[in-house]
Each structure stands twice: as C-alpha cells, then as structure tokens.
C-alpha cells in the first residue's frame, strides 16, 4: 500500500529565503506526482505534476524534482513572499491503481514579512 | 474556462440525515473524483467516476455513495450521517483516465451534528 510522508510538518521562513519541502513515498511504481497548495478552508490548486519518466518541472519560482528510484520529491520555492503561506501538499498516483492520488499530510508554510 | 465547481459550499445536518452533495466538472472533462478531507486522517480517496462508470473505489462504507451523469456532472450520497463524517469533501476533474492533472473545486464543508 502506497504511503505519502512530506517533512516538516511545518515551516516558518521569513520573507526572501529559498526554500525546500520534502516528500517521500514508499512504493516507486507511480504514473506521476503531483504538487498542490491548498489555502486555509479551500480547495486544492495544483502547482506542479511531474510524470514518472521526467525528473523535474518548473513553474516560475516554483521548481519540482522527482527521484523514482528512491521515492523522493521535492518543491523547490524561489525568493519566498508572504503571499506563499498555505499548506503543501504532495501527491502520487501509483500504478495500477487507476488514477487514485495518494496525499501526503502536508507541509504548513508561513512566510513571514 | 470556468473551473470545477461544488455546490452547496457549507452544509450543517444531524445525525442519521443523508446528504446529496454535487460536483461540475471543468468543461469537457469527463472524469470526476472524490476525496474526504478531516484533520485526523488528511485526504482520503472516496471514488472516481469516469463515463458515468464507477472505475474505483476508496476504503469507505456502503453509506457513500456516487453518480455521475451524462453530462459529467456528478454527485456523491452519504446516508445515515455520523459524526465522523464531519469534513471538507473536495471533487476533483480531469480529462479522462491516465495521468493528467487534477484540477480540484473549493469542496463542500460539511457539518454533522
């Protein structure tokens, strides 16, 4: 059974740093990754999806890895704003298991100014 | 292109009621999926639906139920109400089966009590 586990739980930068969150994932037959944000009492915007045979994707500050054989990913955030304060959330669909996203606990970031 | 919306958005209902919670899908998507969101247990897959066809199935009782319509739009049924069931439940769509990005609606907010 596939399992999701994202460090930190939580993480307070101040404004400006770079920073990385951490996902990993316990069985390495997956279709692909995806990262979302969710903001407090909302619903779910994707970021990222990186396909299984990609290693990372980019999307303007924002830049995801992907290592298949050691279960790991990871979200990159460039020059953090306060406007990035939300709850991160890694998911994967595995293979074989038509299309069910498995999430991970997420990662809550506060950006302080 | 508008994107996936839920409808209602805040529900209260006591125990042993059932509920019709709805789900429109982004235009000209035809795959519809269900999740449950607590603070206990994250996101858990409820079902996905695809061609008005039930293609999967989370580890949820018999009291949760699905449909999805011919026009893609789908509902979820949850019958005799527990506390328990208190969450935010989120629908998510995508194109069809495979591994494209889902794209999530601001979910329902219900309340059991």
């Known amino acids: 059974k596939q399992e999701v586990t994202q460090i930190p739980a939580a993480l307070s930068v101040p404004e400006g740093e770079n920073l990385v969150l951490n996902c990993s994932f316990t069985d390495s037959a997956i279709y692909n990754l995806q990262w979302f944000r969710q903001d407090p009492g909302k619903g779910l915007t994707s970021l990222l999806l990186i396909q299984s045979s990609q290693r990372e994707q980019t999307s303007g500050r924002l830049n995801a890895s992907l290592d298949k054989s050691s279960g790991r990913s990871t979200l990159y955030i460039a020059a953090s704003q306060p406007g990035d304060s939300a709850t991160y959330l890694c998911?994967?669909?595995?293979?074989?298991?038509?299309?069910?996203?498995?999430f991970g606990s997420g990662t809550q970031l506060t950006v302080l100014p | 292109k508008a994107g996936v919306t839920q409808t209602p958005r805040y529900l209260i209902k006591t125990r042993g009621q059932q509920v019709t919670l709805s789900c429109s899908p982004i235009s000209g998507h035809r795959s519809v999926s269900w999740y449950q969101q607590t603070p206990g247990q994250g996101l858990q897959f409820l079902f996905e639906?695809?061609?008005?066809?039930?293609?999967n199935k989370g580890n949820f009782p018999g009291r949760f139920s699905g449909r999805q319509f011919s026009n893609s739009r789908s509902e979820m049924n949850v019958s005799t109400l527990e506390l328990g069931d208190s969450a935010l439940y989120l629908c998510?769509?995508?194109?069809?089966?495979?591994?494209?990005?889902?794209?999530f609606g601001p979910g329902t907010r219900l309340l059991v009590l």
């Open positions: 998911a994967v669909i595995s293979s074989g298991s038509a299309r069910q996203l498995t």
């Open positions: 998510a769509s995508s194109l069809g089966p495979g591994a494209e990005t889902q794209y």
């Open positions: 639906y695809f061609s008005e066809t039930q293609r």
